[in-house]
């Protein structure tokens, strides 16, 4: 089933909530990046709750997730937009470890339990927003629960899962987003706070299929939800040869002389999903301004 996320309201407007089956575009990353299973299931928490944030922004805004950690893998980034499409990396991807106690992926050890969360929102002419936090968990859900309360102000809770086939395919992703509206009643906080307690992990429910609705009937309660809309999701890169092409201009024509002659062509490759970019001579000579 093709990965979509779903938009809703909860216990009369007093919350908002969205979750989403991210299951295919995970996968994409894992294939583009070559990621091995904890460093999968990092990524594609940090990729399923980016598409979650991107949902929340309007028409041509963008935002980029920035976790460094002091693990592993290194740095792990995504962009997304608020039309469902995300893309990301990060440093290290050939990162696995022995499941944890639990018995999960063990994605603090991947990701490291100190360093920086930040999110930089690009708000078009509007506004730039930045918010950083330093690292509480390094689970990836918890940091982004703890960037909401401290850094933007709304209570949230924040679950993640990523499951991954013995052969490093992803066999399932998706999660969940839920925020107290300013003026929520105590009551509601504390019955959400209740179901949040006793209700089965993320993973658990991500294994088992359940779709983006259901997750939220089973956060929220049944009868406590309304759905307001879903939209498409999917692991999208926003690279071209055109934009390689105007980034190789801009060095110059010297710059690119050099290249000609010394290494008879470039190479450039898309850090975000990995696609190479090559020019020949010929190729480089016609991005020259004053062809030699
Ligand atoms: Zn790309």
Redesign the pocket.
């Known amino acids: 089933m093709a990965d979509y996320l779903v938009r809703a309201m909860g216990f009369n407007g007093q919350v908002r909530a969205y979750a989403i089956s991210s299951t295919e575009t995970v996968e994409e990353a894992r294939r583009r990046q070559d990621t091995w299973a904890t460093a999968s299931a990092a990524l594609g928490r940090t990729l399923t709750i980016s598409v979650m944030m991107g949902a929340m922004l309007k028409g041509e805004d963008k935002l980029t997730v920035k976790i460094e950690g002091d693990g592993p893998i290194g740095a792990i980034i995504a962009d997304a937009n608020s039309k469902g499409q995300v893309?990301g990396y990060l440093k290290n991807p050939h990162v696995d470890f022995d499941l944890n106690k639990k018995g999960k992926l063990d994605v603090a050890k991947a990701v490291g339990t100190s360093g920086t969360l930040s999110i930089v929102k690009d708000l078009g002419m509007r506004d730039h927003f930045t918010g950083q936090v330093p690292i509480v968990s390094g689970e990836v859900s918890e940091d982004f629960t703890y960037y909401f309360a401290n850094s933007e102000q709304v209570p949230s809770a924040v679950g993640a899962g990523v499951l991954v086939n013995t052969d490093h395919t992803i066999l399932a992703a998706g999660g969940f987003i839920v925020q107290m509206m300013p003026g929520a009643d105590e009551d509601t906080t504390a019955e959400i706070e209740k179901r949040l307690s006793e209700i089965e992990p993320i993973s658990k429910m991500v294994q088992d299929g359940k779709t983006p609705e259901q997750i939220l009937e089973a956060v929220l309660g049944e009868g406590n939800v309304q759905f307001l809309d879903t939209m498409p999701v999917e692991f999208k890169?926003?690279?071209?040869r055109e934009r390689v092409e105007m980034a190789i201009s801009s060095l110059g024509d010297d710059e690119i002389q050099r290249m000609i002659e010394e290494d008879h062509g470039a190479e450039a490759k898309?850090?975000?999903?990995?696609?190479d970019y090559h020019f020949d001579i010929k190729a480089l000579k016609q991005l020259q301004s004053s062809p030699s």
Do not use: D, I
């Open positions: 893309r890169c926003h690279c071209s898309c850090h975000f999903c990995n696609e």
